[in-house]
């Protein structure tokens, strides 16, 4: 399961980083990205409706890869996995968050920005993590460099990606996807602008073809 769910991920290539303040919106969105050629969607629990919408999007969009974003603790992503999230992301690493995507055969993302926390995921079995807040840790230059002393390891860089820079993402040759939020803005989802979503996210799979 957890190799078929990466595989998945990679074939999307961008996992957009989804904040939703109503939960109403959950579907029209979740169409839009996909109307957009975008299949994945990593629903935030930063909003009070964010498991809801999780539940929502996971239940209702089959087609649709839908996981869990800002996991930072063992009840949120015990919570997230019984909703039904396909991967669970962290902003940074937590062992108690990677004991229960192990038991539950559901894959885990941490957020790693320096050998030490590449190593702790190493060992809790991890061969992907999430590379967090990207562009202010080095972005494609410093994913370059952990690369060396870990070449068992593939990234998913997020924090500053845009439809500028992704693709010297993917030429590092060690980026399984990028996540990003440029196609899902608050304020685009807030005035209910589904038609803009679904431009900026083929434009940005355009780029990542």
Known sequence: MIQEVLQRIEKCKIVPVVKIDDVNDTLPLMKALAAG?????????????GPDALALAAK?????????????????????VAL????????????????VCRKNDVVYLPGCVT??????????GLTVVKFFPAENYGGVKTIKALAG??????????????AENIKGYFDSGKV???GGSWMVKD?????REFDKITAL?????EVVK
Not at 37 to 49: D, K, P, V
């Open 149 to 162: 002393p870990f070449p068992q390891i593939k990234f998913m860089p997020t924090g500053g990606i845009s």
């Open 176 to 178: 399984i996807a990028c």
């Open 60 to 80: 209702s969009c089959p087609d649709m890869l839908i996981g869990a974003g800002t996991i930072i603790n063992k009840e949120q992503a015990e919570k997230a």
């Open 187 to 191: 304020s685009l989802i807030k005035a």
């Open 115 to 124: 050998p030490t926390e590449v190593m702790a995921a190493i060992a809790e």
């Open 201 to 205: 996210s083929k434009e940005a799979m």
């Open 84 to 99: 039904g999230a396909a991967f669970v992301v962290g902003p940074g690493f937590s062992k108690e968050v990677a004991e």
């Open 37 to 49: 050629g975008i299949m994945s969607a990593e629903i935030t629990f930063r909003t009070a409706c």
